[in-house]
Each structure stands twice: as structure tokens, then as C-alpha cells.
């Protein structure tokens, strides 16, 4: 009686476990649907590409459009500002990644890198401060380039980081040139 | 109380034969049923169909029906057309789109994108129903699911339908193909510019004078382009515009249902071996 | 949940928080809670309630973090929902035969409680609760169909809320006030969303104290005799938990069926288009769950007395622990009742069917006919067959009864504890 009993009840033990992982991996799986539409839909992430003419742009002058949602800094850079921007040692930097999409990861932050090679007149840039989020000032901060007011993070005129709470440098988003002035960002 | 069943099951029945056949089917006769591939628990599209289907919205129906909840990178998403990804870009760059305002604030055209809308015949329903002779050319994105082919009297009309569905494609091949020449008894008030169509769901005259023709289209994959063929195509495209998910639903619903089955029978055991030693 | 628990954690820390927050010692009351051990799978669709509402509470959630309630929007953004959202389609057409699928187990866990007399004393209030749980269930329906914003939501909205305007005196400014408006239209979209997102809770809410005053009596059974000892029970876990788990899976079995093969069966093909304030569709009709009492609205040929007779088909229910003059719970042991119960049943069918038609010819008679046994059945019927009705004889205990209807033959083992 009591062997039939503990056979029995291992018979039990393997069904009600059995039951049970079955039912908790339906749950999980049952999950993901709800996760997952928290994720960018169709519509989003089929959002278009921007083209933007470089031609109206004037040398000192910077422009600001909106791509996927966020501001894209484009600055006709002065020569002044090439050089400074290329006088800095890569060792000075707080960030040595070009955070180039357009370059392999862990490329060096050389000003040339910034930018299209033979471009370099064009720095295209997300403008979105690294540290949290905020939208830096142009041409203001130590460096001359970019300043961001809500804590004090001072980017050069290459938009690298040099100061302040930010960990990187502004990124530069994936573009090519479509034509000699005409640029396609995305 | 025996009695009081009796005549209630009789007042019940009386009135199934009585106003069953004045109100079961409203005024249009009922669509001929087609065996779409969609249809069924594992029905899928046809892609060729949808491609074709599309060719006739697009060279055909396009010229008055928007199809506002499309996009053109819609063709290409799986479960559809399945255009391949420089067809849907190709497909795309052939409208002019609308954008803007530039930095001048002016709008400009554009060549389309596949992340645009398709492109409305019309910009607003005012303009449609103007060039329309007043009658404005309805949105093609959920016709199928909007109209119903199938009309039954109302005390079967429930099972017929789970089995059916309410005929949406159906209606669309329908009116597409059931043109005729009214009866002669209809015929002395037919209304100017109209014509008879006894499928038309707010019929039987209609202000769309018959889209297609004989080879009206031309299809590339050499399938001969009779009215029928292409009625029947457009309306698979519109079956797929109106429910782009139906494949991904299936074929979910199909995994989902196993699992649930397979738990069930789980669960029984479970519940048979706790109850055994309790009499209930 | 009734008095203090005897039950104290062992380890430790839980005795320490359970002395100051006794979610435990409650959670071991309501595991080993004495549950008849009679009951029939009827008895599985309070638990199948509470899983649709959960179903509801979060697909809802996230329907609500895709939805735009602006008439210009509503419509494309469901659409939007449908063909854009990762599993949007799934979720929303989870949701939308989520709502048929809960009433479908309301109705029946209803039709329990009248068949079994599980309203009667000690239980009303739990009752009148269950019945206050069905008036928030069709107003947050009511309101939930409004959201799609096509012509069939339009026009169901306008329809309903203009019942107010039946009130003598202040119907029509109660209206205004409804629609923030002189229609149907933005503004009654915006509130019809936010009550609609708030009503679940407030059905969780008095769930909760359905649940508790379920606890206080404990369940009804299907012989309707009192517990009588240890004998006639089971406790709650495991043995009533995993039976509801079966019976809810098979419910979801149902469920997943119309979800992913016939998921716009129970809609209506006009709510395929657009809310269009100038053209009402020809033929309006409710969702399936509204058909009776759609019907009782329309048999009366006066505006306020079909308002009414509408309102008293729920309004009666509160009553029908009153209403009721038998002794005896069960119909299993009320041969009149029991009869009078399905002819009920048929008549709510009946009535359904008259409200899925159009107001004409013949289905207004039988509208009528109908309308008037409803009340019949309530009002007369109940109280007089408890009175004049000879109850077949009571089993002593439920123990007794189980024993009863046992196949010969087989021992009769002791129910484990």
C-alpha cells in the first residue's frame, strides 16, 4: 500500500510540475506581445529619410531640422574653426570615439572624422546633449562650440565633448551626399 | 404553463416564417460566393493575386477611391503583396507627394517615399463629390470589411455566417461584375447618369459607371485579364488592405490554439488526479 | 477574511510583517477557505470573471498608449493600432472580443445564481454587489464601443445618451451636459475615453467586495443546503483553484477562437466606417449583450416608458431576493421553478432576437409579448410559484447528497481535507 503510494504520488509530483512549467512558459511567451508594442511600430520606424541643400547655408551660419524627431545640427564651419578643431590632441579628449554612423565603432575622434571626408567644411550632428538629453546652445561654452544649459557640458566646434557631465560626443547620424550640396540624412 | 410554452415557441415560429424573408436580405442580391485562398482557419493570400489586385487599384479604382490607411511600404511587408523593396520604392517615386513648407514656407511635390500614404485622387470629400457628379467614391482601405456580400434571413443568417463570414470580398467582385440592364419596369425611372447594378449595397442604381473592361489591365504574369479575373483580384488586394494581418493572426492563432488544447487536456488530468480521493 | 486568522507565518520576517500588514495570514484564509465540494463547473465563472477583467484592465492599458480620442484621430489611430503597433492587432482584437467574452460569462454566472437561488438570504448583498458589477460592466461597454468613433459607435452613443433626454424636465439639459455639446462629438469622445479607462477599476473595486461577501457566507452549492460540517468541503487551493484553472483555459479556448479566427464576427461591418454626424446608418443595433434589453426599450411606444422599462430590467434584479417567497434555493428541487426558469431563458433568447431586428410588422408584437412575460417572470411568476410550488424533499447535508447520486459498488472514501 505504501509503495503503491509513493509511486503514485511521484506520478502526481511529475504531472503537476509538468502542468505547471508548461502553463509558465504560455505565460511568458503570452508577455512578449505586451512588451513588444511599447517598441517603435511600423510607422516609426518607416519614417523618411531628410534631404536637406547645404547651398543656402552660409560660412559661420548653422542650421537646426528636425530628423526623426530630434534636432540635426548642421554647421558650415569657418576654416578658424576646422583648425581649432583639428588642433587638439586625441589624447585631450574625454570621449576618443568619433560616434561616427557613418564610420565604424571606435574610430578616432579626429575632427576628419566628424565629418565626410573632403566635407569638412559640413558638420552634420544629432543635436542632442549625451549627458541627459537637453538641446546644447550653439556657438557659446569654453571650447566654441556648443554649450549645454542645463549642467554645463562644453562641446568644441567638432562637437566632441571637452567639459562638463556628458560621456560622449554629439553623434553624427548616418548621411551621404546625394549630389555636391545635397545631403540625404537617414 | 405547458400551454404558455407552447404558444411562445409558436408566436417564435410564426414570426421566423413571416418576417424572415421581408427582412433578411435588404435590397441588393445576395454576392456569389468565390473560394478566395484567404478564406478557411489556414487560408493564406495569394501573392500574385494581391500584385495583380494591386495593378487594378492602382490603374483602375485609384482614379476616384482613396485608400487612405495604406502606405506604399505596406507592399512590401509580408503577409501582402510582397513587393520587393525596390518595387515598393519604384512604385512609391511614381506619385508626387505633397511636403513641405520649405524654408521659404511654400509647399512643394516631391517624388513619393514608401513611408508615404497612398496617394487620394481627391484632397478633400467636397472636391471628390464634385467630380463625382455629387456622389463622393467611398475609401477603399476597409471596403471588405465595411460591406457584406452575403444576406441571410435572420434565424439562419448567425450559423451561415461563422462559416462564411459576411461576403465583404465577395461584395466587391459583385458590384464589379453585376452590371446589367435594369428590368423593364425599372428602367423608365432610371435617374441621369446612372447605372443599374443589383448588387450595389444603396442600389440598385449607382453613379460608378463599370470600371472594368475586357483586358483593361494588362498583367505581367500572363494571366488573362478578363473582368471576372480582375474583379477578383482587386477584391483579394482590398481583402488584404482591410486586414493586413491576416496571415500573422492564422498562423499565431494556430500555435496559440495547440498550446491551449495541450494545457486543457494538462489541466484535466491534474484536476481528475486532486479529485479522485474526494467525493463530490 | 471574517474574524481574526489562526494562521501565523513560521519564518521570521513574514511574522513580522504579517503582524503589521496581514496580507499573508489573509492570502492562507483565502487558500484554505471551506468551499462545497458539490459544485459543477457553473460554479467556474467567478474566476472566469476575474481573469476577463484582467484581460481587459491590461490589454486595455495598452490599447490606451496607441488610441488618440480626437474625432479626427480616433478612427485611423485604431486602424493605426491594427497595422502598425507591434501585435497592435492582437491586442485590440483581444480587447474588443474580450468585451463579448466577458459578457458571455457575466450572463451565465448570472443564470447560475437565479438557477441554484444563490441570491437568496444569506447573500443578497452579495447579490445587489453582483448586480452593481452588471450596471458598470454595460456602461463601461457602452462607453468602450463609443472609442472605435465609427458609424455604428456614433450612432449607439447618440442613441443612448439621448435616453436621458426622456427625464421630464431636465432631460435635455442632462443631455447638454453628457455631450458637452449640442451632439455627439469631441468633447463627449474625451470623457467617454477617461470614464471608460477609470470604470474597470471601479468594477475591480466591487469585485473586491463581492469576493468579500462571498467570504462571509461562503459559496452556494448546486443542492442550495447549507454546509453542514468539514464533511461537505473542500478547501479553496488546490482543489477549487485548479479546477477554475481548467475550466478558464477551456474558456480561453472559446476565447482564442474568435480572437484569432472570427475576430470581427460579433461586430458590425458598419463600424468599418468613419463617424459621419450627417447620415445615420439604416439599420442601428446594439453589441449582442444589449440586445434584450435594446428590445425592452423599443416595445414600449413612449419615450420615457421604454426608458423605464429598460432601466427596470436590471432595476429588478436588485430585488428578486425579495421577490422571491421559496424556502428552497435550488431549482433542482423546485419542479415548477425550474420550468419557469428556462421559459425565462427562452424569453431573454427571444428578446435578444427581437432587438437584432429592425422595429416592424411582427417583431413588435412579439417585442411586446416579450417585454411583458420579462416582468411577468420577475413580478408574478417568482412569488407566487414560491408560494403555491411543493419543494422536492432536501438532501440532510451535501455530503449526503454527493453519497446519493454515487454509482453503487464503489467505497465511499473519506473527503481529504
Request: hydrophobic residues 45%; negative net charge.
Amino acid at each position: 500500500m505504501s509503495t503503491l503510494d509513493s509511486h503514485d504520488s511521484e506520478r502526481r509530483d511529475f504531472l503537476y510540475i509538468g502542468t505547471g512549467a508548461f502553463a509558465a512558459v504560455g505565460t511568458a511567451m503570452a508577455v512578449w506581445p505586451f512588451i513588444h508594442q511599447m517598441n517603435p511600430d511600423a510607422s516609426v520606424k518607416a519614417l523618411a529619410s531628410v534631404e536637406l541643400d547645404l547651398a543656402p547655408i552660409e560660412e559661420g551660419q548653422s542650421i537646426t531640422i528636425s530628423w526623426r524627431g530630434n534636432p540635426v545640427f548642421v554647421r558650415h564651419r569657418t576654416a578658424a574653426e576646422i583648425e581649432e578643431a583639428n588642433s587638439v590632441p586625441i589624447e585631450d579628449l574625454p570621449d576618443q570615439d568619433a560616434r561616427n554612423a557613418n564610420l565604424p565603432e571606435g574610430t578616432p575622434a579626429t575632427d576628419v572624422n566628424r565629418v565626410i571626408d573632403g566635407k569638412d567644411k559640413f558638420l552634420v550632428m544629432i543635436g542632442v546633449c549625451t549627458h541627459l538629453g537637453c538641446v546644447p546652445v550653439g556657438e557659446a561654452g569654453e571650447f566654441d562650440g556648443w554649450f549645454c544649459p542645463c549642467h554645463g557640458s562644453h562641446y568644441d566646434t567638432s562637437g566632441r565633448i571637452r567639459k562638463g557631465p556628458a560621456p560622449e560626443n554629439m553623434p553624427v547620424p548616418q548621411y551621404s551626399y546625394v549630389s555636391d550640396t545635397l545631403i540625404k540624412i537617414g | 404553463m405547458k400551454t404558455l410554452a407552447k404558444l411562445l415557441t409558436a408566436a417564435a415560429l410564426s414570426t421566423a416564417l413571416l418576417a424572415g424573408p421581408a427582412f433578411a436580405a435588404g435590397k441588393a442580391k445576395n454576392a456569389q460566393d468565390i473560394d478566395f485562398s484567404f478564406e478557411g482557419p489556414f487560408g493564406t493570400f495569394d501573392r500574385a493575386q494581391l500584385q495583380r489586385g494591386f495593378q487594378v487599384y492602382k490603374e483602375v479604382c485609384s482614379a476616384c477611391h482613396s485608400a487612405d490607411l495604406l502606405h506604399y511600404r505596406n507592399l512590401g511587408e509580408s503577409g501582402g503583396p510582397e513587393f520587393s523593396e525596390a518595387q515598393v520604392k519604384a512604385i512609391a517615386a511614381e506619385y508626387e507627394i505633397q511636403d513641405g513648407p520649405n524654408e521659404d514656407g511654400e509647399m512643394f511635390e516631391r517624388p513619393g517615399r514608401p513611408s508615404d500614404k497612398f496617394k487620394a485622387p481627391f484632397t478633400n470629400a467636397n472636391e471628390a463629390r464634385a467630380a463625382n457628379g455629387g456622389a463622393y467614391p467611398p475609401d477603399m482601405s476597409l471596403i471588405t470589411k465595411a460591406r457584406e456580400g452575403f444576406h441571410y434571413p435572420w434565424y439562419v443568417s448567425p450559423f451561415i455566417k461563422m462559416w462564411t463570414g459576411n461576403g465583404g470580398p465577395e461584395y466587391v467582385h459583385a458590384v464589379l461584375t453585376g452590371y446589367s440592364d435594369p428590368p423593364e419596369k425599372e428602367a423608365a425611372n432610371a435617374p441621369e447618369g446612372k447605372s443599374y447594378n443589383a448588387y450595389f449595397a444603396a442600389g440598385p442604381w449607382i453613379s460608378m459607371a463599370p470600371p472594368l473592361s475586357e483586358d483593361g489591365v494588362e498583367y505581367s504574369d500572363g494571366t488573362k485579364a478578363s473582368v471576372d479575373q480582375q474583379a477578383k483580384d482587386v477584391a483579394a488586394f482590398l481583402a488584404w488592405a482591410a486586414e493586413p494581418k491576416l496571415e500573422e493572426r492564422k498562423s499565431l492563432g494556430l500555435q496559440v490554439m495547440i498550446y491551449l488544447i495541450i494545457l486543457a487536456l494538462l489541466m484535466y488530468l491534474v484536476k481528475l488526479k486532486l479529485w479522485r480521493d474526494v467525493e463530490h | 477574511m471574517s474574524g481574526h486568522s489562526t494562521y501565523e507565518p513560521k519564518n521570521p520576517v513574514a511574522k513580522w510583517f504579517d503582524k503589521q500588514l496581514p496580507i499573508l495570514s489573509m492570502s492562507h484564509d483565502f487558500l484554505v477557505f471551506p468551499t462545497p465540494k458539490n459544485l459543477n463547473y457553473l460554479w467556474t465563472f467567478g474566476g472566469i470573471l476575474s481573469m476577463c477583467l484582467v484581460i481587459q484592465i491590461l490589454t486595455g492599458i495598452v490599447l490606451a498608449m496607441h488610441y488618440t480620442p480626437h474625432v479626427d484621430m480616433a478612427f485611423n489611430s485604431v486602424e493605426h493600432i491594427m497595422r502598425d503597433v507591434n501585435y497592435g492587432w492582437l491586442i485590440r482584437y483581444i480587447h474588443q472580443n474580450g468585451a463579448s467574452m466577458f459578457f458571455i460569462a457575466v450572463y451565465i454566472h448570472i443564470l447560475r445564481g437565479m438557477y441554484y437561488g444563490s441570491y437568496k438570504s444569506p447573500r443578497e448583498i452579495l447579490w445587489i454587489l453582483g448586480v452593481i458589477i452588471l450596471l458598470l460592466m454595460m456602461a463601461t461597454a457602452f462607453m468602450g464601443y463609443v472609442l472605435p468613433w465609427g458609424q455604428m459607435s456614433f450612432w449607439g452613443a447618440k442613441v443612448i445618451t439621448n435616453l436621458f433626454s426622456a427625464i421630464p424636465f431636465v432631460g435635455d439639459w442632462v443631455v447638454t451636459l453628457l455631450w458637452g455639446g449640442f451632439t455627439v462629438d469631441n468633447p463627449t469622445l474625451n470623457r467617454f475615453f477617461s470614464l471608460h479607462y477609470l470604470m474597470p477599476f471601479m468594477i475591480a473595486g466591487v469585485v473586491a467586495l463581492h469576493i468579500w461577501a462571498l467570504h462571509i457566507p461562503g459559496s452556494n452549492n448546486p443542492t442550495g443546503v447549507s454546509v453542514k460540517s468539514g464533511q461537505d468541503t473542500v478547501p479553496f487551493h488546490p482543489y477549487i483553484t485548479m479546477k477554475d484553472l481548467f475550466a478558464a483555459i477551456v474558456f480561453l479556448i472559446l476565447f482564442a477562437f474568435f480572437v484569432f479566427y472570427k475576430p470581427n464576427y460579433l461586430g458590425h461591418s458598419i463600424n468599418f466606417e468613419v463617424a459621419d454626424a450627417l447620415k445615420t446608418p439604416e439599420h442601428i443595433v446594439p453589441e449582442w449583450y444589449f440586445l434584450p434589453f435594446y428590445a425592452i426599450l423599443r416595445a414600449i411606444p413612449d419615450k420615457l416608458g421604454g426608458v423605464l422599462a429598460m432601466g427596470g430590467a436590471i432595476v429588478v434584479l436588485f430585488f428578486l431576493p425579495w421577490l422571491d417567497t421559496s424556502r428552497v434555493r435550488s431549482a433542482k428541487f423546485r419542479p415548477i421553478f425550474r420550468q419557469f426558469f428556462w421559459l425565462f431563458v427562452i424569453n431573454v433568447f427571444i428578446l435578444g432576437v427581437v432587438g437584432a431586428n429592425p422595429a416592424e410588422g411582427w417583431w413588435i408584437i412579439v417585442g411586446q409579448f416579450s417585454t411583458a412575460y420579462y416582468f411577468l417572470h420577475f413580478l408574478v411568476i417568482i412569488p407566487l410559484v414560491g408560494m403555491i410550488e411543493n419543494p422536492k424533499p432536501l438532501p440532510a447535508s451535501i455530503s449526503e447528497s454527493v453519497l446519493a447520486s454515487q454509482p453503487k459498488g464503489e467505497p465511499a472514501a473519506q473527503p481529504a481535507e
